[in-house]
């Protein structure tokens, strides 16, 4: 839960846990696609989006998962 330690205060345990889940299974399917991408700064968008959908009720891990690799390219973009 490393990427997800300042918002300890603002998620529940369970939260937190699936957004771990949701933060990996969104990197295997980055990595599967065979794109290039610096790897900290990738993981790290990636826990800012989850947190953005999270703090708007998403709690679904593959809900969220398909709402950041949707987001990633233009969030990346910034």
Do not use: C
Request: aromatic residues 12%.
């Amino acid at each position: 839960m490393f990427h997800f330690r300042q918002y300890y205060d603002s998620f529940n345990p369970e939260t937190l846990a699936l957004l771990e889940t949701a933060l990996n299974e969104t990197w295997i399917a980055l990595q599967s696609s065979g794109s290039s991408f610096d790897e900290t700064k990738t993981r790290a968008a990636i826990a800012d989006l989850l947190v953005k959908f999270a703090a708007q009720g998403e709690r679904d891990p593959q809900r969220l998962k398909a709402l950041v690799l949707a987001a990633l390219p233009s969030y990346e973009a910034q």
